[in-house]
């Protein structure tokens, strides 16, 4: 999909690896609408990129439609959403002071696997009425997972959980949107120099990276934008879930 032009929508392109791919693409020619918590940089980070900013919670399923319409309004259209909102609570399937509350698993859930499933179905509405380009394309959805989807940690049971449907989502949504001419992939990361890893001691991030064949360190927000991009210029990439990792398998904890 051609880069100069392109219409992206950027959930949580406030910060980390969402802004970094969001500025990427403005530098190749393409126009962002980031979408991020009202508390959040998005504001200042659209400005900066001559984009669009509008505030939004994930977990409200329906406020959420409104928000990517005016979203995609303001893009006049959308080719591309980068899907990276997320984040954990940890919790033991069981511990001491007894099982994980349901409420407490839902919440992880919530957050980010029907939050992303709830954005990659509205912005695939959406793309589903573009005119198709000359590969027959309407659109790119990427989401993002985790390598804890495959390797889960010991009290990371609803991130494991939440992150392992969103990348088993990748082949089944490909599959089904397909016949439009929309492609969906997932990016599983590593760790990230990112969120409440952004800046941690040198010496702390060689032990949690000790396990990686290379680079031993922890990624930073700029390869997960040039995954992206990779899997916006290339059509043969769809129906997968692509590790960034260095190598890297969690251990058990």
């Given at each position: 999909?051609?880069?100069k032009?392109l219409?992206?929508v950027?959930?949580?392109?406030?910060?980390?690896?969402?802004?970094?791919t969001a500025?990427?693409?403005?530098?190749?020619?393409?126009?962002?609408a980031i979408?991020?918590?009202?508390s959040?940089?998005?504001?200042?980070?659209a400005?900066?990129?001559?984009?669009?900013?509008h505030a939004?919670?994930?977990?409200?399923?329906?406020g959420?439609e409104?928000v990517?319409e005016?979203a995609?309004?303001?893009l006049?259209g959308?080719?591309?959403?980068?899907?990276?909102?997320?984040?954990?609570?940890?919790?033991?399937?069981?511990?001491?002071?007894?099982p994980?509350?349901?409420?407490?698993?839902?919440?992880?859930?919530?957050?980010?696997?029907?939050?992303?499933?709830?954005?990659a179905?509205?912005?695939?509405?959406h793309?589903?009425?573009?005119?198709?380009?000359?590969?027959?394309?309407r659109?790119?959805?990427?989401?993002?997972a985790?390598?804890?989807?495959?390797?889960?940690?010991i009290?990371?049971?609803?991130?494991?959980?939440?992150?392992g449907?969103?990348a088993?989502?990748?082949?089944?949504?490909?599959?089904?949107?397909?016949?439009?001419?929309i492609?969906?992939?997932a990016?599983?990361?590593?760790?990230?120099?990112?969120?409440?890893?952004?800046?941690?001691?040198?010496e702390?991030?060689k032990?949690?990276?000790?396990?990686?064949?290379?680079?031993?360190?922890m990624?930073r927000?700029?390869?997960?934008?040039?995954?992206?991009?990779?899997?916006?210029?290339n059509?043969?990439l769809?129906?997968?879930t692509?590790?960034l990792?260095g190598g890297?398998?969690?251990?058990?904890?």
């Open positions: 999909m051609e880069l032009g219409r992206a950027v959930v949580g392109g406030a910060s980390g690896m969402a802004r970094a500025e990427l693409i403005a530098a190749r020619g393409g126009r962002v979408l991020d918590r009202d959040s940089e998005g504001a200042v980070v400005e900066g990129l001559k984009g669009s900013f939004c919670d994930v977990t409200d399923f329906t959420m409104g990517l005016t995609v309004a303001a006049e959308i080719d591309v959403v980068v899907n990276t909102a997320g984040g954990a609570t940890p919790g033991r399937t069981l511990s001491k002071d007894g994980l509350s349901i409420e407490a698993f839902r919440s992880v859930v919530d957050l980010n696997l029907t939050g992303t499933f709830n954005v179905r509205l912005a695939a509405w793309m589903s009425r573009n005119t198709p380009n000359a590969d027959g394309e659109g790119v959805i990427i989401n993002t985790s390598i804890a989807a495959f390797e889960g940690q009290g990371q049971i609803a991130y494991t959980a939440a992150k449907g969103v088993a989502m990748s082949l089944t949504m490909a599959r089904e949107l397909g016949s439009l001419g492609r969906v992939n990016i599983a990361p590593s760790l990230f120099h990112t969120g409440l890893t952004r800046g941690i001691p040198e702390y991030e032990i949690l990276t000790k396990d990686a064949a290379f680079p031993k360190r990624g927000p700029e390869e997960y934008a040039r995954l992206a991009l990779s899997i916006i210029d059509p043969m769809n129906g997968s692509i590790r990792d890297q398998r969690f251990a058990p904890k």
